[in-house]
């Protein structure tokens, strides 16, 4: 039965398994450099385990198993950073949305039960016209069934 051992190559950085009992290590490298070695790969890799968290004061190591993508700015953060309001989270037009010291945004929970009193209490139908907004991302509804369908598909 083999022994089976792990090496890393120098140039392009695969991690590459053998059966020691059947080659040696500098046979196997001369192998793997002569067919699949690729030198292009070795920069991705470095950045790929370079990556830190851009969470303020965070070192983090970013990992597949570790990695989160924000919805608003888009970034690469750690699971605790997942959150706008855990990282300077940017929209793509430039404006901040969330920072640390602003207050947290009411709950979606909160934000129904709100819209449904007042439609429940304007016994007085105006003809004015009233839009919804969901106060976690802002975005306007002309109704309130459309402003729970969002909050259930953006926010939960």
């Known amino acids: 039965m083999g022994d089976t051992q792990v090496i890393v190559c120098p140039i392009c950085l695969k991690t590459l398994s053998y059966d020691a009992g059947k080659m040696s290590q500098d046979e196997y490298f001369n192998i793997h450099s002569a067919t699949d070695c690729n030198p292009a790969n070795y920069q991705k890799v470095k950045e790929e385990q370079s990556k830190r968290c851009p969470g303020k004061g965070c ?3 970013m990992t597949p198993l570790n990695t989160v993508k924000c919805r ?8 605790k ?28 929970l909160t934000q129904v039960k709100q819209a449904v009193s007042r439609v ?32 259930s598909l953006a926010h939960y």
């Not at 139908?125 to 402003?147: P, R």
């Open 59 to 61: 070192k983090v190591k």
């Open 72 to 79: 608003g700015c888009r970034k690469d953060v750690c699971l």
């Open 81 to 108: 950073h997942r959150f706008e309001e855990d990282h300077d989270c940017f929209i793509d037009s430039g404006k901040k949305t969330v920072t640390r010291e602003e207050p947290k945004k009411q709950s979606i």
């Open 120 to 151: 429940v209490n304007n016994t007085s139908c105006s003809s004015e016209y009233q839009q919804e907004f969901c106060t976690v991302c802002g975005k306007g509804f002309n109704n309130l069934n459309d402003l729970i369908s969002h909050a």
